[in-house]
T-cell receptor
Framework: NAGVTQTPKFRILKIGQSMTLQCAQD?????MYWYRQDPGMGLKLIYY???????DKGEVPNGYNVSRSTTEDFPLRLELAAPSQTSVYFC?????????????????FGSGTRLTVV | AQKVTQAQTEISVVEKEDVTLDCVYE???????LFWYKQPPSGELVFLIR??????QNEISGRYSWNFQKSTSSFNFTITASQVVDSAVYFC?????????????FGSGTRLSIRP
C-alpha cells in the first residue's frame, strides 16, 4: 500500500516554463487536495477535488490548474512558472471518515515536491 | 469560515523541559476535527493526533499530551521532558465535518527548538 505518491521530489524551473506535478493515491479516496508551503509558513490550499471529474479552487489557485479524470490521480499544472511559485507542494487525500488503519487517521499526505523557479 | 491560529512562531527550550504549543481555532460547524502534525527538518508531515469535536477527553501518548477545550476553542499540545528529536515545526489543523469537501485548514505552525 503506497498511500499518496508525489513525483517529482525536486524540480527547478525557469520563469515561464510549464510543468505538471503528479499525485497518485491507491486507497480509493474520493477527496484529494493540493497544498503549497512557502518557506517558514503553513500550508495553503490550492485546489481540491471531491471525486473524479469534480474540482474546485482553494485559497490560492491563481497560476495553477488541476484535473481529476480518475479517482487515483490528481495532477497539478503550472502553466507559466513564476518565482512566487517557489514552494513545497503537498498532495493529500482522505476517505472523509478515516480509519484507524490509515496512518494519518483520515488524511494521508504525500512526501512533497520541492519546486524552485529561477 | 474556519481558521486556526498558532500565535507562537518559535519556541526554544532546553532539553528535558516541558513545553506547550498553543492552538486556537474558529469554526461555525458543530462537528469538526482537530489535528496536530509534526514536520521534522526532512520535510514530511507526520500525523500526531486527531480529535473529534464531541470528545473533549484529554489524551496522553507517552511524552505527548493534548488539552482540548471547546469553551475556549483551544487544542493545546504539551511535550513533557522534551528531547532534541522533538525539534520540528508543529502544525495544528482543523477540518469541518459539515464541509462537503472536508478541507483541512492549517495554522501557520510553531517552530520548536530543543537545545541540548
Amino acid at each position: 500500500n503506497a498511500g499518496v505518491t508525489q513525483t517529482p521530489k525536486f524540480r527547478i524551473l525557469k520563469i515561464g516554463q510549464s510543468m505538471t506535478l503528479q499525485c497518485a493515491q491507491d486507497m480509493n479516496h474520493n477527496y484529494m487536495y493540493w497544498y503549497r508551503q512557502d518557506p517558514g509558513m503553513g500550508l495553503k490550499l490550492i485546489y481540491y477535488s471531491v471525486g473524479a471529474g469534480i474540482t474546485d479552487k482553494g485559497e490560492v489557485p491563481n497560476g495553477y490548474n488541476v484535473s481529476r479524470s480518475t479517482t487515483e490521480d490528481f495532477p497539478l499544472r503550472l502553466e507559466l512558472a513564476a518565482p512566487s511559485q517557489t514552494s513545497v507542494y503537498f498532495c493529500a487525500s482522505t476517505n472523509r471518515g478515516g480509519t484507524r488503519a490509515s496512518p494519518n487517521y483520515g488524511y494521508t499526505f504525500g512526501s512533497g515536491t520541492r519546486l524552485t523557479v529561477v | 469560515a474556519q481558521k486556526v491560529t498558532q500565535a507562537q512562531t518559535e519556541i526554544s527550550v532546553v532539553e528535558k523541559e516541558d513545553v506547550t504549543l498553543d492552538c486556537v481555532y474558529e469554526t461555525r460547524d458543530t462537528t469538526y476535527y482537530l489535528f496536530w502534525y509534526k514536520q521534522p527538518p526532512s520535510g514530511e508531515l507526520v500525523f500526531l493526533i486527531r480529535r473529534n469535536s464531541f470528545d473533549e477527553q484529554n489524551e496522553i501518548s507517552g511524552r505527548y499530551s493534548w488539552n482540548f477545550q471547546k469553551s475556549t476553542s483551544s487544542f493545546n499540545f504539551t511535550i513533557t521532558a522534551s528531547q532534541v528529536v522533538d525539534s520540528a515545526v508543529y502544525f495544528c489543523a482543523l477540518s469541518e465535518a459539515g464541509s462537503s469537501a472536508s478541507k483541512i485548514i492549517f495554522g501557520s505552525g510553531t517552530r520548536l527548538s530543543i537545545r541540548p
